[in-house]
């Protein structure tokens, strides 16, 4: 519910009897309320960072984009971010990023974070108890009765159907590769070590060259419909194909140049 004009000092913990006063105001009656567990109130600031580096100074989580809390979007956003700029720091310390790595951050990441501040513009709209809000909410529970329109939504809040532009046409490359099922185990149990990873159901490919930044672990998965996919450190995948000339044009792309 709206503060309204209950509040006097917004950054004063909130009251039952505030609670009381608009529910009164809103619906006619407080309906008995008591004995709360748990009183919180939110803003609706909504910003977006222009930068998220300059230079040596790189912005993350509520630093880079603020907006309010619907959904629970806003740590998921901030980890993400986290895992994004980490490895390619990483590659920076270590002396192997390739140019222009640490740039492609906020060109992956701020478009995400621009999305999330939408939908949650659009969430806070919704809440809203006048006339106008009531009846998009009313469509969009009935909306919501369509498969697609739910897979839509959940991954659009949860986060798993951000897709990174990396210029490939192949569906799969930009996405972050679900946990399958390998015959050596879990996925991102093999990605713990925060190395890029090939993995290769051919058997036939090669990582030579890039054998200190890059695990190749050939294996197979009943849930993996490609050949090969190359993931980065994020779980983001990379390339995907069977083509070992092809593979190679990608290596330096994402870990830099070759070793021996």
Known sequence: ????????????????????QRLRALAGTDFGVHTPRWLTRFGDATRLAERYRDGRVLLAGD????????????LNLGIQDAFNL??????EVSGWAPEGLLDSYQAERQPVAADVLSN??????LLSPEPGPRAVRQLMSELMDFEEVNRYLIEKITAIGV??????EHPLVGHRLRDIELKQGRLYTLMHRGRGLLLDQTGRLSVAGWADRVDH??????????????LRPDGHVAWAGDDQQDLL???????????G
């Open 1 to 20: 519910m709206p503060a309204g004009e209950v509040a006097g000092d917004r950054t004063a913990p909130p009251a039952l009897e505030e609670f009381r």
């Open 163 to 168: 897709r990174y532009d990396f210029g490939a």
């Open 249 to 259: 044009s990608q290596l330096p792309r994402w870990f830099g140049a070759p070793v």
């Open 63 to 74: 630093a880079a984009h603020i907006h309010p809390p619907m959904g629970g979007q806003g």
């Open 217 to 230: 672990v050939a294996d197979a998965s009943e849930e993996l419909d490609v050949p090969a996919a190359l």
């Open 120 to 125: 949650t513009r659009a969430q806070a709209e």
């Open 86 to 91: 980490g490895w390619k720091l990483a590659a």
